[in-house]
């Protein structure tokens, strides 16, 4: 069964434009990527003035893989572009996270889909808003849109860069 799987993607080393073009080439192996975001500039969340900024997109692709197969191929790919797990919320060439697996909800040791955390961040928001707005969170039962348009003013900065 064909679903439509969101995804947020960042990178905040090298350059960090052909990180994620690279990164969505490689996804199209996993399905048809159907929808990408501008770019966006984004402050790093957590562990700030120690790293660079993030370059982040948003992107959705059609998949027939199970959600736990998907997340093994995906973190592959993150790993044969050379991202490295040593410091949590790190720097890091490539990170992709899944935001939506259709309206799945999973909450195993390997995956928890909605993304926990997606609801309070505007670089995630943001860039998902532009291809999905009326995407609906399965168990908050808010569209994306409606998400981005509650978070509070000062809460990341996110400056448009581009097009991927």
Not at 4 to 32: K, W
Not at 103 to 115: C, F, M, N, S
Request: hydrophobic share 40%; proline share 7%; with cysteine.
């Amino acid at each position: 069964m064909k679903r439509t799987v969101y995804l947020s993607l960042g990178s905040n080393l090298g350059d960090r434009e052909a990180n994620l073009r690279e990164a969505i080439a490689r996804l199209g192996e996993l399905g048809p990527v159907i929808r990408v975001s501008a770019l966006y500039e984004t402050e790093p969340v957590e562990i700030i003035g120690q790293q660079p900024w993030f370059l982040n997109c948003a992107a959705a692709l059609e998949t027939e893989l199970t959600p736990l197969e998907f997340l093994k191929r995906m973190l592959a790919i993150e790993q044969a572009m050379g991202r490295e797990r040593t410091t949590p919320k790190g720097p890091r060439t490539i990170d992709m996270d899944i935001i939506f697996f259709g309206d799945e909800i999973l909450d195993t040791k390997e995956l928890t889909v909605p993304h926990p955390a997606m609801q309070h961040r505007r670089f995630v928001l943001a860039p998902l808003a532009e291809i999905a707005p009326e995407a609906m969170h399965p168990m908050l039962r808010r569209t994306v849109r409606e998400m981005l348009d509650s978070l509070p003013a000062g809460s990341g900065s996110v400056r448009s860069s581009g097009q991927i």
